[in-house]
């Protein structure tokens, strides 16, 4: 949307919904949960099998797709259907328009990552590419860098400047900005049998290291995982030994947050332990999700949504009212996800502010039914199911008039 005007999807959106206000005169203001715009995005034109990931920075949102056989393609001569072997990435905004497309020219593995306007993809055969938005003078884009990697498939973590890859018995770090490896460390470095979980705060790597039971342990019982703080350029910083039901890792600020048996864990730079804050819910069925802009934390678990203010180290609200099917999602003015709210007769949307006020909540568009990746971008909350897209409003929005 250019110069405050209003999209055709969304105008046709204000249009089916508040016509008979709007022709009145009176307008129409939609409110917090509200449908405001859907289109389909289909499936390939071939049939044949797509491995599929949508994903978000917060600003956009990416459709990121393996493509194998015959589709078609809009060129200088036309329409022409053509072979294709890639990975094709398509961005959209919070209003549902698109912004940009672009093609890695192999197929990506492993699990990609979102950062800054930027994607990034391990390929197969090998590699790591980054793509991002075309210049408006580029006719035939090609991605910002792509590096060597021949090692395993790699899931991804993006943040800053730092590009880490997990796989199962180590990481590698490389420069976002140019693909550089920076570092790799392995299970020998990390005394580790796996990689059980990583998260970035900033150039610096949490790591969550796990090993199998020792040839002395008569009891056939795993060891203590290992915490590992590493810096940009793959030094150990810090590291600490945590008890066996540690459960999740997480990172706000630079902070890297545990979940431990029924208790949350904040590890500081240094590797000193700043609070074990007792949580209602067990760590071990939890839904963590950390909101960076203002060191909160939620937890959901055992039917109890936990509030917690990292930085004071406290809980500053519970509600038992809520029951989530999925990982929620959050950000300062709230969380959201699909399940159950005190107010509704079955399964939706449910929306509770950052107070921890009942905001809104919603009925599935279309009876799709609860169901859907969801996905927070701008003001929109973006759920994808069976091939369609549809944008809900976070908040009540601006108010549309027909003259």
């Not at 180290?313 to 029951?323: A, F, I, L, Q």
Request: net charge negative; glycine share 14%.
């Amino acid at each position: 949307m250019t110069g405050g005007r209003i999209s055709r999807r969304r105008l046709l959106a204000a249009v089916g919904t508040g016509l008979t206000t709007g022709l009145a005169g009176c307008g129409y203001q939609p409110g917090g949960g509200e449908l405001d715009w859907q289109f389909d995005v289909g499936s390939l034109s071939s049939g044949g099998p797509s491995d599929e990931t949508w994903l978000t920075d917060g600003d956009s949102c990416y459709r990121i797709r393996n493509r194998s056989g015959r589709t078609f393609q809009s060129g200088d001569t036309g329409v022409n259907f053509v072979d294709v072997d890639d990975a094709r990435i398509t961005t959209y905004h919070e209003t549902g328009d698109q912004r940009w497309s672009q093609n890695a020219d192999r197929q990506y593995v492993g699990e990609p990552a979102v950062a800054d306007g930027r994607v990034y993809l391990a390929l197969e055969d090998g590699g790591v590419t980054a793509l991002e938005a075309p210049a408006d003078d580029e006719d035939d884009p090609t991605p910002r860098w792509t590096a060597d990697w021949e090692g395993p498939p790699l899931s991804l973590s993006a943040a800053g400047d730092a590009l880490v890859g997990r796989h199962e018995v180590g990481v590698v770090g490389f420069d976002a900005n140019d693909g550089t490896e920076r570092f790799a460390l392995e299970d020998e470095s990390l005394a580790a049998d796996a990689v059980a979980d990583i998260a970035l705060a900033g150039d610096r790597l949490w790591l969550l290291s796990t090993r199998g039971p020792g040839e002395t342990d008569a009891d056939n019982e795993p060891e203590a995982p290992t915490l590992y703080g590493i810096g940009d350029d793959g030094t150990v910083e810090a590291s600490r030994s945590l008890p066996v039901d540690t459960h999740w890792l997480e990172t706000v600020g630079s902070d890297a947050l545990l979940g431990v048996d029924d208790e949350l864990w904040a590890v500081a730079a240094d590797g000193d332990r700043r609070f074990a804050l007792p949580l209602e819910g067990s760590t071990e069925s939890a839904t963590p999700v950390t909101v960076s802009e203002t060191e909160w934390c939620y937890q959901y678990s055992d039917g109890t949504l936990e509030a917690i203010d990292v930085s004071a180290g406290d809980v500053v609200w519970r509600r038992d009212e809520y029951s989530f099917r999925e990982t929620p999602v959050a950000d300062r003015d709230g969380i959201y996800g699909w399940g159950s709210g005190p107010e509704m007769d079955g399964c939706g949307l449910a929306a509770v502010t950052s107070d921890g006020d009942g905001w809104w909540e919603a009925s599935p568009a279309d009876g799709r039914g609860c169901l859907g990746t969801l996905l927070l971008v701008g003001d929109r909350l973006v759920v994808v199911v069976d091939g369609t897209v549809y944008g809900y409003r976070k908040a009540p929005g601006s108010r549309y008039t027909i003259v």
